[in-house]
T-cell receptor
Framework: EDQVTQSPEALRLQEGESSSLNCSYT??????LFWYRQDPGKGPEFLFT???AGEEKEKERLKATLTKKESFLHITAPKPEDSATYLC??????????FGQGTTLQVKP | DAGVTQSPTHLIKTRGQQVTLRCSPK?????VSWYQQALGQGPQFIFQ???????QRGNFPDRFSGHQFPNYSSELNVNALLLGDSALYLC?????????????FGPGTRLTVT
């Protein structure tokens, strides 16, 4: 059965304290690994698509990487406005997204 | 360029009633997917529509049905509402790129069943 697991469930950082979020996946015929940011009560905001192992993508303080079993979202020198829930999702041959439960990040000033 | 839009924003219904949620996809997108997100959980796939037909379906009962119109907009219908149907309902429209569907989400409809 296809599955995506994220860790940790919650993460508290001081402003400027870099860290990484983990996403482990078992998705048959993975076609894409997606990262989204979700603010409370809102829809997920698209961040990155990773297509193959070894690929990396960056956007401001965020960098996403992909291996054959895991993806990492690295946050460098975070700011309070980076506080949100970060969702990871895998997509196989069918095109539907299989989500993890998310990591809720809180960055304190 | 307008993104994905959904209506209504919030909805309160009574157990046993029926509800219809609406979605307009991002310009240029022809595939619409619906997801249910319970509080504190990741979104769960309900179904996907393409060319006005349901292309695939997740593990949801037949009380959940949908429709896609010629302009690619979509509706989600839920019959015989249960308390457990209370959730954020998300619509995503897709762009097929590099062998996968890059999905963009709307703001969601918060459904509360009392």
């Amino acid at each position: 059965e296809d599955q995506v697991t994220q860790s940790p469930e919650a993460l508290r950082l001081q402003e400027g304290e870099s860290s990484s979020l983990n996403c482990s996946y078992t998705v048959s015929g993975l076609r894409g690994l997606f990262w989204y940011r979700q603010d409370p009560g809102k829809g997920p905001e698209f961040l990155f698509t990773l297509y193959s192992a070894g690929e990396e993508k960056e956007k401001e303080r965020l960098k996403a990487t992909l291996t054959k079993k895991e993806s990492f979202l690295h946050i460098t020198a975070p700011k309070p406005e980076d506080s949100a829930t970060y969702l990871c999702a895998g997509s196989g041959n069918t095109g539907k997204l299989i989500f993890g439960q998310g990591t809720t990040l809180q960055v304190k000033p | 360029d307008a993104g994905v839009t959904q209506s209504p924003t919030h909805l309160i219904k009574t157990r046993g009633q029926q509800v219809t949620l609406r979605c307009s996809p991002k310009s240029g997108h022809d595939t619409v997917s619906w997801y249910q997100q319970a509080l504190g959980q990741g979104p769960q796939f309900i179904f996907q529509y393409y060319e006005e037909e349901e292309r695939q379906r997740g593990n949801f009962p037949d009380r959940f049905s949908g429709h896609q119109f010629p302009n690619y907009s979509s509706e989600l219908n839920v019959n015989a509402l249960l308390l457990g149907d209370s959730a954020l309902y998300l619509c995503a429209s897709s762009l097929y790129r590099l062998g996968t569907y890059e999905q963009y989400f709307g703001p969601g409809t918060r459904l509360t069943v009392t």
